[in-house]
């Protein structure tokens, strides 16, 4: 759908997609306000099932090939894929503790990866029995699981001591003010968006020389099909076996600061050496190490922090703050470096140097979350 809407509108749709975001967030912070978490968060999947049913009815009714539909179903995708995602981290952040979340997070973030292997197969097995669109009924259905899955875990949860039922209250953009009041949480915004903005180095990168490098398509294919491989095994290895074992081990600021530090070191390899393996290498290591090494101990970042925090400033900041942060790389960053200089290794080098304010960033980010830790755990 990417494709039919138009690979040139790209930024466009990003920016899109972050307006939508803005849009949404009152009525999820109404949404969050109003209702205890048993009830908010069925209620938000069951809202995007039903999208999904209703995008799956407009193909059948317009067809697969109209512009304006295939750019909607993108900025839904992208939409539905960060707040599905986030309440879910939200939650976990809910159900355990900061010590199980240092044993659990990696694996139960492993989970999410080896559902990414399974969509893939699934989707590749599927496709030709019952055609691309209906593979929408199938998530429909995989979605009506988690739900059912919500319902089996909530009773986890850490819920109020004195009312069980208790919705959170507060504000809809409650998630907004809480940055603006946080310095915590404010470094925690920055490093999301310096985390996007080199994840798009990456990916105009990768564009760049699989396009000159492999000029047909099958071999564009094959490809991105072994970089997706290397990328989930790493990622699988990371999440299973690294983190859950440095997060029993290690300072969670020293963790923080691994990630950054590898892509410096990539960044720079490819400003020296820029050839197809080395950047193939580093994109595999930079897609498998945002989730399988940076992401499960940000969301353990959460544990123990107030429920507003929680739900509601998390969700604001990887849906608004992330897709902001998309913006800014696609339009801004990368297109204004390339335009003063087409020489690719300008701009390995000036992300290294965004990498180093990262690893900074990153860093005062672990240890702030501890002070902030230990500051509403004495207010308890």
Not at 65 to 71: C, G, H, K, P, Q
Not at 260 to 281: D, K, N
Not at 296 to 305: I, S
Request: glycine share 8%.
């Amino acid at each position: 759908m990417g494709v039919t809407a138009g690979p040139e509108n790209y930024g466009y749709l990003f920016l899109t997609t972050f307006v939508v975001m803005l849009l949404l967030q009152p009525f999820y912070g109404k949404i969050v306000s109003t209702y205890s978490r048993k009830q908010f968060i069925p209620i938000v999947y069951g809202f995007f099932g039903l999208m999904i049913l209703l995008i799956w009815s407009l193909f059948h009714l317009v067809g697969t090939e109209s512009v304006i539909l295939a750019r909607v179903f993108f900025v839904f995708v992208s939409v539905y894929n960060l707040f599905i995602v986030s309440i879910f981290w939200s939650f976990m952040a809910d159900v355990y503790n900061k010590e199980q979340g240092k044993r659990l997070f990696g694996v139960i973030a492993a989970g999410g990866s080896t559902g990414g292997i399974l969509g893939g197969l699934i989707t590749s097995q599927l496709v030709y029995l019952v055609g691309t669109i209906n593979l929408l009924l199938v998530s429909l259905f995989f979605l009506l699981l988690c739900i059912m899955a919500v319902y089996k875990v909530r009773r986890f949860a850490i819920d109020s001591e004195i009312n069980k039922e208790a919705p959170l209250g507060g504000s809809p953009i409650e998630g907004m003010k809480l940055m603006l009041g946080s310095r915590f949480l404010q470094q925690i915004a920055l490093m999301t968006v310096i985390a996007v903005t080199i994840g798009s180095v990456f990916y105009y990168l990768q564009g760049q020389y699989v396009s000159q490098f492999f000029p047909e398509r099958d071999q564009r294919t094959y490809v991105f099909a072994n970089i997706n491989t290397v990328t989930n095994v790493l990622t699988l290895f990371f999440q299973l076996i690294l983190i859950p074992f440095l997060l029993q081990k290690l300072p969670v600021h020293r963790i923080l600061g691994i990630y950054p530090s590898l892509m410096i070191m990539a960044l720079l390899m490819f400003g020296l050496m820029p050839v197809l393996y080395v950047v193939l290498g580093a994109i595999c290591l930079q897609r498998s190490g945002a989730y399988g090494i940076m992401k499960p101990p940000t969301d353990w970042l959460f544990t123990g922090l107030p429920d507003n925090i929680k739900y509601k400033f998390k969700n604001f900041m990887d849906t608004v703050i992330y897709r902001g942060g998309d913006v800014f790389a696609q339009l801004i960053f990368v297109k204004t470096v390339v335009t003063f200089s087409k020489d690719l290794r300008i701009l390995a080098l000036i992300g290294a140097g965004l990498c180093v304010i990262w690893l900074w960033n990153a860093v005062t980010v672990g240890k702030l979350a501890l002070e902030t830790f230990e500051h509403y755990k004495e207010k308890q």
